[in-house]
């Protein structure tokens, strides 16, 4: 998720450059497409699941940040660089779970701030809601994409993925540091 300034998130762990973030951001997309081929042709159940969770994570991962950057792009916002680092919306995860997600290996990208503060408050917003939307609704089709096909345990994972979407969104949206708060923040101060 981009930062509102020159501060990066808390924990983070790598920075690259925009060409190199976006290389393997497209790369795990890539990754994904083909397990979610491995989920819908295999004849070997746990082949099929696997392929099946390894895709959901891989998009999970891969589209947070990219979806930031390309909204972004789209609306005259430039940005800096990317980060690898834990999520910078701890307080939407419990306790044992926050934890975990403050050390898994997120995509942030960082804003450029004269960018930012030249932006529309609607541009802003735009940009802020690509990245979380884009988690809860880019896996989610995943998810559905194996229901269709009829992946061994693929109804329980896809109401799992529901579940899961709508606890981002719902997180996201009530949590002080969320992409939403941001981008109400950002049509707020328009």
Not at 61 to 88: D, K, L, P, Q, S
Not at 108 to 131: D, F, H, I, Y
Request: aromatic share 12%.
């Amino acid at each position: 998720m981009p930062t509102e300034s020159t501060a990066v998130p808390r924990r983070v762990f790598r920075r690259m450059s925009i060409g190199a973030g976006n290389f393997l951001q497209i790369a795990g997309f890539v990754f994904s497409a083909l397990a979610l081929a491995l989920a819908r042709s295999s004849k070997v159940p746990a082949l099929a699941a696997t392929g099946m969770l390894l895709a959901w994570i891989l998009l999970y991962f891969c589209c947070h940040g990219i979806a930031h950057w390309i909204t972004g792009r789209m609306v005259g916002i430039r940005f800096a660089f990317y980060t690898i680092g834990g999520t910078g919306n701890p307080a939407a995860y419990p306790p044992g779970l926050r934890w975990i997600f403050e050390r898994l290996p997120f995509f942030g990208v960082q804003t450029e701030k004269a960018s930012m503060q030249a932006a529309s408050p609607g541009s802003r917003a735009l940009m802020w809601c690509a990245g979380v939307t884009s988690s809860a609704v880019v896996p989610t089709l995943a998810a559905i994409c194996c229901r269709q096909a009829r992946v061994p345990g693929s109804k329980m994972f896809l109401i799992f993925a529901i579940a899961w979407a709508l606890g981002t969104l719902a997180s996201n949206w009530t949590s002080r540091t969320g992409d939403f708060s941001k981008a109400r923040r950002a049509l707020a101060g328009a």
